[in-house]
């Protein structure tokens, strides 16, 4: 098992195989495999599950903790195994992974919108009087 200063989720290569699932009765469904950086499927996995979500902690721990995950979603299960079982870790060597990698997303992320192009304006206007605001009048 690795120290968390050796490795980084970009240099962390995983095995995804995609199970879809079926509705009709008989089918077979075809699976997919890929291997990808575990920067990749993390990066996929807060577009589906956000930031705040502590089950993206648990995904990634127990992946670099116990080396395979099944994920279960509406349409299709994951299986996701780590492709070097030496890339395995201690539980507090993969939360600070985790942590590290969201601090650097977080990081780029305030960069890229701290730009002068991105200031924005927003104009604020008090409610009209009431006076002046529209009442239909009742039909007859």
Known sequence: MNTPATKTPQEILVVVTTLP???DWGETPEQST???TLDVKLREYLLRLG???SQLLSIVV???TQG???VE???NVERITLKNVNDRMQRP???TLFDNFIH???SENKDANSGTNSTQRIIVQQPKPPQYQYTPTPKR
């Open 21 to 23: 699932l079926t509705l």
């Open 34 to 36: 890929a291997t990808v």
């Open 51 to 53: 930031f705040s979500n």
């Open 62 to 64: 127990s992946l670099l």
């Open 68 to 70: 395979k995950i099944r």
């Open 73 to 75: 979603f509406r349409n």
């Open 93 to 95: 060597q993969a939360v």
């Open 104 to 106: 650097a997303l977080s």
